[in-house]
């Protein structure tokens, strides 16, 4: 086959390229004073006896997913001790590769999945230092796959992860195209999980334990054989939003249009039969349905984020930079500590309990909602750092020569070049808390270009002002359009008009948003202690006040904005704050330890009105984000 160009909507700009700045940047700092920046010291699997340095631990993901983090973590804060780290894995695989190609530990040679995690490592490490191994070991890695697949095909995860594997030979292609890599990216494609035919037609329209008992599949089979006795990996939640990236890599090689249509049906019957109002989907670890009670896992939020990436490069939907939005801001601040010494492996939509206890999951442990080093499974623990780094690929993307998209807003800055003249744009804002996008040109001159900024679906009311004076801009197919010559010291302020909204959930239950951000309820919670690992503590929360409130669905909501402290999804101060009216729900208690899932509403209550305080989701470790609702009208 010829060599074509790859098709992809919009370009991502290398990781280089991009800035963060204010409360992103101070996301990033607290991350690595937390777990990402001891992990190494604390955690064996990925210390010093790892099997990717040679040594007789741990062997297969942990540490790639680790790195996947850490790279790009280091890179940004100009972490020189943790670049070291880095670069000591990252030598150790280069040096690893074999004559036919392989790489990493011997202990798992046979396995594939755990090789693209550490090539996605291995891209950034390239983009950051351009060090030529990179493609060496690509080049000779696809060469060995292209052999090897055809005795020992996808199977288990790499069968279902396949698209993270595309997404590696895309990058080596889009650098040095060869036919060869087009038949290998067919091979692949032959060989996967169809996660294409599964979206369209989306099966799993209920919870896993509908379909399966996990008692009897485990009693009954071994792990080799639990894809045979149930569709394991495509009910798998994190293999579910990893899949969301094979179509999209896919058409960057095929150019079929039905993998766009793919991914839009399989994220609405995602969101309709497993989804939360904070944008990720349940799955306790198997997709578990709309219930507010279910869980969904850690590793799913971030790969979720990074496949909506992916996504976004390959078709340019800015609804999925909503999506993205709701995820990054919601979902994933919620479910690690502020400090980011602990971590859940499931969060609850309706969480007002996180106690070592028996829940309704479908196969995950009592743990599993409590905050701490290792919960329930250590996956979490190696794969929770790529979510705040990575995200930063995903704010700004490239159409074409001429045009700058501003994707997804964080405070930030880009760097690119127009016809030879290198530009420097800084995104001034506290976004998500805040309504006011400040685009400034601090380099560059004379050149005439458009960027294009997305206009969100909640935002009916939008103003655009440059150095001072309102232009006139229209919204066409979700971006606002600017087309000038931009100049250093030139502003562009775009205000979006955060309203406070209601969205229905399972139920009929009621969510409360603003902009991109998602209220829960602001309970008193109690943190105990109750293990200690290597000086890293496991923590349970208690409530300390009540939770079982239903809201008036008519009622009149007052936000109020306050300080943005240091910490910036901070349960003490939290960046904004709602006023709701709502009544106590006596008959809404708990069920086997979570709450029980929101009674059908409207109820009746004949409890006072009270006014109850929301606070974003990502500040409330325990919340109610999914209320039953009454009507005044209607109370008997
Ligand atoms: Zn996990």
């Given at each position: 086959?010829?060599t074509?160009?790859?098709h ?18 101070r ?14 010291e ?22 790639p ?8 973590l ?12 880095c ?6 695989a280069?040096?690893s ?12 040679k ?11 490592v291995?891209?950034?490490?390239a983009e ?9 070991l690509c ?6 796959a292209?052999?090897?697949l ?9 069968k ?11 990058w080596l292609?889009?650098q ?14 032959s060989?996967?999980?169809d ?8 099966p799993?329209?209920?919870a ?18 639990f894809?045979v ?25 095929d ?9 839009k ?5 995602l ?5 939360t109002a ?8 198997h ?9 969904a ?6 790969e979720?984020m ?8 390959s ?5 999925w ?17 502020e ?32 905050f701490?080093l290792e919960?329930n ?6 794969n929770?750092?790529q979510?705040?780094p ?5 704010l700004?993307?490239r ?32 976004y ?5 996008l400040?685009y ?12 294009k ?9 939008f ?9 006139a801009v ?15 010291g ?6 979006f ?13 009621l ?6 951000l998602?209220?829960g ?7 105990t ?12 929360i ?17 936000a ?8 910036p ?6 960046p904004?704050i ?7 729900l ?19 209550t ?16 325990l ?14």
């Amino acid at each position: 086959m010829k060599t074509d160009k790859l098709h992809n909507a919009l370009s991502a700009f290398p990781l280089t390229a991009v800035e963060p700045k204010g409360w992103l940047l101070r996301q990033l700092e607290i991350q690595m004073k937390g777990l990402t920046g001891i992990l190494h010291e604390a955690w064996d699997s990925v210390g010093s006896y790892s099997g990717w340095l040679g040594g007789t631990g741990e062997n297969w993901e942990r540490c790639p997913y680790y790195l996947d983090g850490l790279l790009p973590l280091s890179y940004y804060l100009d972490d020189g001790k943790h670049r070291e780290l880095c670069d000591r894995f990252i030598a150790w695989a280069l040096k690893s590769q074999d004559k036919e190609g392989n790489f990493g530990p011997a202990a798992s040679k046979d396995d594939y999945w755990s090789r693209f995690v550490m090539l996605k490592v291995l891209i950034q490490y390239a983009e950051i230092t351009g060090d030529p191994q990179v493609n060496v070991l690509c080049k000779g890695y696809f060469k060995y796959a292209a052999k090897s697949l055809d005795q020992r095909p996808l199977a288990q995860w790499g069968k279902a992860r396949a698209g993270d594997l595309l997404y590696c030979i895309k990058w080596l292609y889009e650098q040095e195209p060869d036919a060869a890599l087009i038949d290998l990216a067919q091979k692949v494609s032959s060989q996967a999980l169809d996660w294409g035919g599964l979206y369209t037609n989306f099966p799993f329209t209920r919870a896993t334990s509908f379909y399966y008992n996990w008692d009897k599949v485990k009693a009954n089979n071994t792990w080799s054989q639990f894809d045979v006795a149930m569709a394991f990996h495509a009910t798998h939640i994190v293999n579910v939003a990893m899949g969301l990236k094979f179509p999209a890599m896919q058409y960057c090689f095929d150019h079929n249009k039905d993998h766009y249509a793919a991914l839009k049906a399989g994220l609405e019957a995602l969101a309709k039969y497993h989804g939360t109002a904070a944008g990720i989907f349940n799955g306790d670890e198997h997709l578990s349905g709309n219930s507010p009670s279910q869980g969904a896992e850690l590793c799913s939020v971030v790969e979720l984020m990074f496949s909506l990436q992916c996504m976004l490069e390959s078709f340019g939907d800015p609804a999925w930079g909503d999506l993205l939005e709701r995820i990054a801001y919601n979902s994933l601040p919620a479910t690690i500590s502020e400090d980011f010494m602990s971590h859940q492996y499931l969060q609850q939509a309706n969480q007002v309990l996180a106690t070592v206890a028996k829940r309704n999951w479908f196969n995950n442990d009592d743990t599993s909602n409590t905050f701490g080093l290792e919960p329930n499974f250590g996956c979490c623990t190696a794969n929770m750092h790529q979510g705040w780094p990575k995200f930063l690929k995903s704010l700004w993307f490239r159409e074409g020569e001429d045009t700058l998209v501003s994707m997804v807003f964080a405070p930030s800055a880009v760097k690119l070049v127009f016809e030879g003249c290198p530009y420097k744009l800084e995104l001034g804002t506290s976004y998500p808390f805040r309504d006011i996008l400040n685009y400034k040109v601090v380099e560059g001159r004379g050149k005439e270009f458009t960027l294009k900024i997305r206009h969100p679906q909640w935002a009916s009311n939008f103003d655009v002002r440059i150095n001072g004076k309102p232009e006139a801009v229209t919204s066409v197919d979700n971006f606002l359009v600017i087309k000038r010559i931009w100049d250093c010291g030139d502003i562009l302020n775009c205000h979006f008009a955060m309203p406070i909204a209601k969205s229905r959930w399972f139920n009929n239950s009621l969510a409360v948003e603003r902009g991109p951000l998602v209220f829960g309820l602001d309970i008193a919670e109690k943190w105990t202690a109750f293990r200690e690992t290597g000086g890293i503590k496991d923590y349970e929360i208690r409530p300390e006040s009540e939770w079982n409130y239903a809201l008036d669905e008519g009622g009149t909501i007052e936000a109020k904005e306050k300080e943005i402290a240091d910490l910036p999804f901070s349960k003490k101060s939290p960046p904004v704050i709602l006023e709701a009216p709502a009544r106590k729900l006596p008959s809404w208690g708990l069920e086997n330890n979570s709450a029980a899932p929101p009674p059908l509403s409207p109820v009746q209550t004949a409890e006072p009105v009270e006014i109850i305080r929301l606070i974003p989701y990502g500040c409330a470790k325990l919340r109610i984000s999914q209320f039953p609702y009454y009507s005044e009208a209607s109370l008997k």
